[in-house]
């Protein structure tokens, strides 16, 4: 999957139709498909922007689409595949979305449609059977993702997956609601009716054969270690059921997510867990004592989980992951300097079999 968090653009985009200077990601309709960051401060900004606030899943950039509007209005984003699929062959697509607080409703349809070349049809409305009529000589398919709930989280990013076994030649994709209006299943989340829209933000899309190798799974983690590299740290040991600190892990205040410059531990531990592959990982996260309680609590669940979702998105199975937050209960430091609190705030792991 080439550039999937967006993060390879052409400078910091200003204006929230910069989709369309993403790298390796276009729009395959008039719909303008929307893109934040963190470079600047406006309705295109992040953490806050015009249809509400979130952070990244991942990066610095996520993108923006209407999934539901008015006159069966609809955004897409449409990704290049680096390698063309091979038929017969299983692979699995993968991206975070969450809800955006503008939003009149919540949706549970979204679907994938692959292509062997670059679509870009001149309609601002769903990509129905009858638009894509239009494209001659090219086969598509498209697979909905099965749901029964609706993705109504406006807090946390919701991971979707699609697992699909390849015609052969799928070298774009796109992602969205192919639906129209009549035919879309949705609830209600607002009982304003502010806009009649539903939108959603998108991040952190993923594609992988699920034959990944070792090696392959260590490419995916960014790690470029030589097998001599990978024997030596297969050495390495933990005890089972002890419990370690991630000491480069560390969160800002009142902040659950994992920044950029501290995932090269966690790294270390994806490449630990899949030269072990027997192992199963419970992850703790903790917060200091300022603040409610309650808040407390779901913060610290809230970080635990951003160290989860990281592992899971590089690689390491869900069967193999649990996590917990103890709030303030269980600092390692009740002292009241700031250094002290910054100790508590933190996430701790325990491997077992």
């Not at 390491?316 to 100790?343: C, F, L, V, W």
């Amino acid at each position: 999957m080439l550039n999937g968090s967006f993060e390879s653009t052409e400078g910091c985009t200003e204006f929230i139709s910069g989709f369309r200077k993403v790298k390796e990601w276009s729009n395959p309709t008039l719909g303008t498909t929307d893109l934040f960051n963190d470079c600047i401060v406006s309705h295109a900004g992040m953490p806050n922007n015009y249809n509400g606030t979130q952070v990244a899943h991942h990066g610095h950039k996520y993108a923006g689409i209407y999934c539901y509007s008015h006159d069966d209005y609809r955004e897409y984003i449409q990704g290049k595949i680096s390698r063309s699929l091979k038929a017969g062959k299983e692979y699995k697509l993968k991206f975070f979305i969450s809800l955006a607080e503008a939003s009149d409703f919540a949706i549970k349809e979204f679907s994938i449609l692959f292509l062997p070349s670059e679509l870009n049809l001149s309609t601002s409305e769903e990509l129905s059977k009858k638009q894509l009529r239009k494209i001659k000589n090219d086969k598509y398919a498209i697979y909905p993702i099965e749901n029964e709930m609706y993705y109504d989280n406006t807090e946390r990013w919701i991971p979707l997956e699609l697992t699909f076994t390849a015609s052969g030649n799928e070298s774009y994709f796109i992602i969205g609601n192919f639906n129209k209006n009549s035919r879309t299943d949705k609830r209600a989340v607002s009982k304003k009716n502010r806009q009649n829209i539903s939108y959603y933000y998108i991040d952190n899309v993923s594609l992988v054969d699920t034959s990944v190798t070792i090696e392959n799974s260590l490419e995916n983690v960014a790690f470029t270690a030589r097998k001599e590299t990978i024997k030596t740290e297969s050495q390495r040991s933990f005890l089972l059921n002890s419990t370690y600190t991630l000491k480069s892990i560390r969160f800002e205040f009142d902040k659950a997510t994992v920044l950029e410059e501290s995932t090269a531990e966690l790294n270390e531990l994806i490449l630990y867990l899949i030269i072990n592959p027997k192992l199963h990982i419970t992850i703790n996260g903790h917060t200091d004592y300022l603040g409610n309680a309650a808040y407390n609590q779901k913060l610290s669940e809230d970080r635990a989980k951003s160290v989860a979702d990281y592992l899971i998105n590089n690689g390491i199975t869900k069967d193999r992951i649990k996590y917990k937050g103890y709030g303030e209960s269980q600092p390692i430091d009740p002292n009241e300097p700031e250094d002290a609190q910054i100790k508590n705030r933190r996430v701790e792991f325990v491997l077992s079999n």
